[in-house]
């Protein structure tokens, strides 16, 4: 498997690193690298690039920056038939931050890896973030997964950003808890998506959430087709992870199916017409599941204005 390192990538990291350096008061590496990038502007255009590029690539392994991705990589042998070569990208902020593979079909698989250049400066936590990323790489890679990328969950945008979050939260559990059982999941990652399932699926008792997190934290590996049907549909969901029947009402301050904000105050019975609207937004929404008083005003509201008086 062939490691590339995008030029931007190896430059942003060595300039954090030197400067990171001097405000510890060691300012030596700083002005070497000032002194061997003047070196450079002596040469022509294409030459001055070559040069800085070999020049941050060397401090770039001297400085072990390369450790992580290829510590990362030893944990997950599975991919070295699959993916030929790695490429890593600098992302300019967290948000743009992602992992992907070339399309199927290629002559040649390729994993991309878009991370923030500030990453580098706690190899412990980019090898722990890569080495996630890559149980990820591993499952999409895996026939037994069935992984199918699909463009779009749900038609209606605010839907469609829900289901997506409860797929990736779910996925991410059991990546989690397989990390966790070869003694590779940080305590603070443990906490950050049981964090994320609490509030997605803060509407379900606490034994329910119990129940979910145990299925897929300590269980076996959902599918793609798994992973889909609980986001879909939340009974889907309980039954997988065995949640017996229940129909507890939401705990106040759980956050609303609909607009996600905590709520106190639910909605008592709604209309059938307002049901409907609702449904029309939120097809995978049951009546069965509470949703707080200000989204169902708005439907209310909604529904009077469109229906004739
Ligand atoms: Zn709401």
Same mark, same amino acid.
């Given at each position: ?9 190896? #430059? ?26 003047? &070196?450079?502007?002596?040469? &022509? ?15 770039? +392994? ?67 973030? @890569? ?16 992984? #199918? ?12 950003? @829900?289901? +997506? ?21 940080? &305590? ?13 699926y803060g509407t379900a008792s606490t034994t329910a959430r ?17 992973? @889909? ?16 029947h229940e129909r507890a009402g939401p705990m106040p301050g759980s956050p609303c199916p ?5 709520s106190h105050s639910w909605s008592a019975r709604l ?15 049951s009546p069965a599941t509470p949703i707080c008083e200000?989204?169902s &005003? ?12």
């Amino acid at each position: 498997m062939r490691i590339e390192y995008a030029p931007a990538l190896l #430059e942003a990291v060595v300039l954090a690193h030197v400067r990171r350096l001097e405000a510890a008061g060691d300012p030596v590496p700083a002005r070497e690298l000032q002194r061997d990038t003047h &070196d450079l502007d002596l040469l &022509d255009e294409a030459a001055r690039e070559r040069g800085l590029v070999e020049l941050h690539g060397e401090a770039f +392994r001297k400085h072990g920056f390369e450790e992580p991705l290829r510590e990362a990589l030893g944990e997950r042998p599975e991919l070295a038939g699959l993916v030929a070569r790695v490429q890593l990208f600098v992302a300019p902020e967290a948000r743009l931050e992602e992992v992907d593979l070339n399309p199927p079909g290629s002559t040649e698989r390729i994993l991309r890896i878009r991370v923030g250049a500030w990453r580098f400066a706690q190899p412990k936590i980019l090898r722990e973030y @890569l080495a996630r990323q890559l149980v990820h790489v591993a499952d999409l890679l895996d026939p037994a997964f069935g992984y #199918e990328h699909l463009a779009r969950l749900s038609d209606r945008p605010a839907e469609d950003g @829900l289901l +997506r979050d409860r797929y990736r939260v779910l996925w991410e559990l059991s990546v989690a808890g397989r990390l966790a059982r070869a003694g590779r999941c940080p &305590d603070a990652e443990r906490a950050r998506v049981t964090g994320e399932l609490d509030a997605l699926y803060g509407t379900a008792s606490t034994t329910a959430r119990a129940r979910i997190f145990a299925r897929f934290f300590d269980g076996p590996r959902p599918t793609h087709a798994d992973l @889909l049907a609980c986001a879909h549909d939340t009974r889907r969901l309980f039954a997988l992870a065995g949640v017996p029947h229940e129909r507890a009402g939401p705990m106040p301050g759980s956050p609303c199916p609909l607009c996600r904000f905590p709520s106190h105050s639910w909605s008592a019975r709604l209309d059938d017409a307002v049901v409907a609207a609702v449904r029309s937004d939120f097809p995978s929404w049951s009546p069965a599941t509470p949703i707080c008083e200000r989204c169902s &005003d708005l439907y209310e509201l909604a529904y009077a204005t469109r229906s004739p008086s």
